[in-house]
């Protein structure tokens, strides 16, 4: 690609003939030679930036320490409304799994529940209800 860049931007030869040489598409060879190509780091866009991660990180940290327990989908949720009007992978929308594991591995201090053992608690309570165990 380099040969093929140097090439034409010499003069030496025309860029359908220089990708014809070097076996490389023209519409790559173009891409390159005017600048679209590199700008951008391969693979999904960051969701948030770090200073919205560091946010998002001290937000959920302040909410445990009030007593609310944060389940991964909550915290998705909360990315999902910080991103509404960002222009990124997730376009205001939950982010997947792949998301959480990567959050999780550069933010270890964090302490997530699951979903499923907020609801067992939820359905003690209900069943308490129900036999007037406690008061509603």
Known sequence: MEKAIVAVNGGYMSM???ARMYNIPPSSLSDHIKGK???RKPGLQDVLSEEEEEL???WAIKTQGEGHPLTIQQLKLKVAEL????DTTTGGHSPGAS???LFKARH???SIERAEV???DIQHVVVALGF???DG
């Open 99 to 101: 998301w959480w594991k």
């Open 108 to 110: 270890p201090e964090l």
């Open 118 to 120: 907020r609801w067992t």
């Open 83 to 86: 991103t509404k009007t960002k």
């Open 132 to 134: 007037g165990l406690i």
């Open 56 to 58: 998002l990180v001290k």
């Open 37 to 39: 190509v590199g700008k």
């Open 16 to 18: 359908r003939r220089a």
